[in-house]
């Protein structure tokens, strides 16, 4: 059977081997193309999502205790020191040592004078090595006493503590007492004691303070932020029962009424602090010892052993010593023939002697019961020109004028004092220290 062979020619070959080449060639660009377009899908069109690790993400741990930066670590003991106690004794009891104690001493002793101590607290810090690192004292809340490590060693300094004065307004109304009175209205017995010594020629606070009598008060307080220190200056003081009224106005230091009249008499109204007046005087009275009916030419003062007495009015010493019944007795001669006589005391005043020369207020004894006596109190007379007189109702001299060329400058201050005292809307004001002096901001 004859068979038929079909030869390729070279052209067929050669189109042949071509066209699989192109084919192959556009393969490959679509893979290419479809690779590109699946990593551009991927990483710009289709949302971020991280592939799970097995186990969970990996823990981010704390640096090392040996890597971390420690704060330093101070131990504070603080303590009190007590009335009773001493500042050495206060600080062992809390476990200071001795050694420190006696460097803490000698350290603050230029500043502090540790022999008039009478309280505060302290504080002392260490570091971790026992060091000091400060020492703090506070003998009270304006004078304070550090000691504090620096650059070239230890340092001890007087803290500056700033305070605020302001002029308050005070004022109340007799129940009871100038005592009670004081006290409702939340001041402190300081000022009785120094509103009634301004007033002590005119108003004898042992009989003449009546229920209703009202009184105002300008007076310093000093601050620290808001904690009350002390009182200050007193600049105006009044009192009135009805009609009448005192006044006092503080003038180059001394107090003058409304018509520039010092306050300050050539004699007091009291010979102490008002206390109670346990017998009066008397042409008649039954004698608590004697049992008879005698002449009681004096006032009787109840007062606790121990209080102060004083002069007053300026003087010289006729007798100092034992008087009989009034036991011991200091009788003082003064001016315009006047005499006094003070007895029952339980000893005399410093330099009190015989020829001596006393000023108004100086302390001449102290309240006793020696003598004809039922309990402490002191007796005193009064006699002018050999006759006793009732000290209660004595009227003695007057208190000294202004100068006439100072009298125009104490007027203006006068009336602005007056005019701050009836002011409704205002009951303090801020005031600026200007040397000794002061002024209003």
Request: hydrophobic share 35%; net charge positive; charged share 30%.
């Amino acid at each position: 059977m004859m068979g038929f062979h079909f030869k390729r020619t070279d052209r067929f070959q050669k189109e042949s081997k071509g066209g699989w080449w192109r084919k192959k060639r556009w393969f490959l660009l679509s893979a290419a193309s479809g690779i590109i377009l699946f990593l551009i899908a991927y990483f710009l069109v289709l949302p971020y999502k991280p592939i799970p690790l097995k186990g969970g993400p990996p823990e981010i741990t704390p640096p090392s205790k040996e890597v971390q930066l420690r704060e330093p670590e101070y131990q504070v003991v603080e303590g009190e020191i007590k009335e009773k106690s001493t500042f050495s004794k206060s600080l062992a009891e809390r476990g200071i040592s001795s050694s420190r104690i006696e460097w803490i001493v000698s350290t603050l002793k230029p500043l502090v004078d540790f022999k008039r101590l009478k309280g505060g607290r302290f504080r002392l810090v260490t570091d971790e090595k026992g060091d000091l690192v400060k020492f703090i004292f506070e003998m009270s809340p304006i004078e304070i006493y550090e000691i504090e490590r620096g650059p070239q060693g230890y340092v001890a300094k007087k803290r500056e503590v700033p305070l605020e004065t302001y002029l308050v307004k005070v004022e109340g109304v007799i129940r009871s007492s100038l005592f009670e009175a004081v006290e409702a209205i939340g001041e402190k017995e300081h000022l009785v004691v120094s509103f009634a010594e301004i007033l002590a020629a005119e108003i004898d606070f042992h009989k003449d303070v009546k229920e209703g009598d009202r009184f105002q008060i300008a007076v310093e307080k000093v601050y620290k932020e808001k904690e009350f220190i002390r009182y200050g200056l007193i600049h105006a003081v009044m009192y009135q029962r009805g009609e009448k009224v005192i006044l006092g106005i503080r003038f180059q230091g001394d107090f003058y009424n409304e018509k520039g009249m010092a306050l300050k008499k050539a004699f007091l109204r009291s010979p102490l602090r008002f206390t109670r007046i346990s017998s009066r005087f008397s042409r008649a009275r039954k004698h608590p010892i004697l049992g008879g009916v005698f002449p009681h030419y004096g006032v009787d003062y109840a007062a606790p052993t121990g209080t102060p007495v004083w002069a007053v009015a300026d003087g010289t010493v006729v007798s100092c010593g034992w008087g009989g019944g009034f036991g011991k007795q200091v009788i003082l001669r003064h001016s315009n023939g006047y005499m006094t006589y003070y007895g029952h005391l339980s000893g005399y005043g410093p330099g009190i002697r015989k020829g001596a020369r006393v000023k108004q207020k100086q302390i001449i004894g102290y309240v006793g019961s020696t003598g004809l006596s039922t309990g402490p109190h002191l007796d005193y007379r009064v006699a002018k020109d050999g006759h006793f007189k009732n000290p209660l109702r004595e009227s003695f001299p007057a208190g000294l004028p202004i100068e006439k060329g100072r009298m125009d400058e104490f007027q203006k201050k006068r009336d602005e004092m007056l005019a701050w005292l009836q002011d409704k809307n205002s009951d303090r004001k801020r005031l600026d220290i200007i040397g000794e002096g002061i002024r209003p901001r």
